[in-house]
């Protein structure tokens, strides 16, 4: 008798907390701007993201259904300061850092691009240890992890650590 009274106690308390959290998640401020921490379901994958006053501020996560995470993103009033990504065994896979805007028009033969920012890319080795860092241009309304180019000075690693090639690369041609 005492099992099925403290049983149904941890199921009144379960239900309130799930109940509570979802009065938390997925809130909006006084303005109709999000506010707080959001849930989003994107095809298998779910982001948590934090939100002030409309814009993404704080850190985010993107997660598999099971969980496990894909990348974690860091922004600041609605920039973004640093992206993690992880491969499919939750090794380090790279980090883009260092985020300056900027404001760089390159015409090529038939196409011209806008470049909206400049950032740092690090890619890692499956054991962890850095494979390149480079300095990358992200092309206006795409996302860093897609569209981006690598400019200026690479610099290229063994899976030791050992530096292997450096390169100057330069604005693509079109």
Request: aromatic fraction near 14%.
């Amino acid at each position: 008798m005492n099992i099925r009274i403290i049983l149904f106690i941890a199921l009144c308390i379960f239900q309130f907390v799930k109940v509570s959290g979802q009065n938390i998640l997925n809130q909006y401020d006084s303005e109709g701007s999000k506010h707080g921490q959001w849930l989003e379901k994107a095809g298998s994958f779910v982001f948590s993201t934090n939100y002030k006053n409309g814009k993404e501020d704080g850190i985010g996560y993107q997660l598999k259904r099971n969980g496990a995470i894909t990348t974690i993103y860091e922004y600041d009033n609605g920039c973004i300061v640093r992206i993690i990504d992880f491969d499919d065994q939750q090794r380090l896979s790279f980090i883009l850092t260092d985020f300056v805007d900027v404001d760089t028009v390159v015409h090529g033969k038939e196409l011209s691009h806008h470049f909206t920012k400049r950032f740092k890319s690090i890619l890692y080795h499956p054991n962890g240890v850095i494979k390149s860092i480079t300095n990358d241009y992200l092309i206006e309304g795409d996302s860093p992890e897609m569209d981006s180019f690598e400019i200026g000075k690479a610099y290229y690693y063994d899976d030791k650590g050992n530096l292997i090639e450096t390169k100057e690369r330069f604005f693509p041609s079109f």
